[in-house]
């Protein structure tokens, strides 16, 4: 399959760092716990918080939605839930794509039921064209409107995570 470079490795790197203070920034005096959602986000959120600069907690959840398709099923797993408790505390989303955004609304519902004090979302790429649940994203990297993204943590059938740049696939 052809990949064409769409996101390179240092601008990745140069928007994350952004991120990372900017997120330190508004949370300053605060703890924030940074939830992943696991695998496509390992990349990213490990970046992420490297560049952040106060104290804070990591936690992961994985969800699964895609089979092999390049389209959202619709149908969210959750396959591993918090490990912390996070009642009353702030919590920071953190997602490599959101696309439908079936997978983040399912997310949310979920978290909501354990009483934190706020949530935010912080997405690597937002995939605005094809949203179904409307999802405000606090903090995003970039806005890409089509094709199929692989590398930097994003896989397509578990091909290509490996990548350092964003790719598209043609
Ligand atoms: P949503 O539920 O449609 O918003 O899909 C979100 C999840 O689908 C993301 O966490 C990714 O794992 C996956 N996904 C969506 N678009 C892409 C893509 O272009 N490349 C790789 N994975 C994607």
Known sequence: MDKKVLIPRERIRERVQELGVRLSEDYRGKE???????????FFFVELVMAMSIPLRIDFIKASSYGSS???????????????HVKNQ????????VDTGLTLKHILDNLRT???????????????????QPINLDYCGFTVNE????????????????????CVIE
């Not at 924030?32 to 390992?42: A, K």
């Not at 993204?149 to 964003?166: A, C, K, S």
Request: charged share 25%; net charge positive.
């Open 114 to 132: 354990q009483e934190p004090a706020s949530i935010k979302i912080c997405a690597l790429i937002d995939k605005k064209e094809r949203r179904k």
């Open 32 to 42: 924030p716990v940074l939830i992943g959602i696991l695998n496509g986000v390992v």
């Open 70 to 84: 390049m389209t959202s099923s619709g149908k969210i797993r959750l396959l591993k839930g918090l490990s912390l």
């Open 90 to 97: 702030d919590l920071i989303l953190v997602e490599d794509i």
């Open 147 to 166: 094709g199929f993204l692989v590398g930097y943590g994003l896989d397509f059938n578990e091909q290509y995570r490996y990548l350092p740049d964003i």
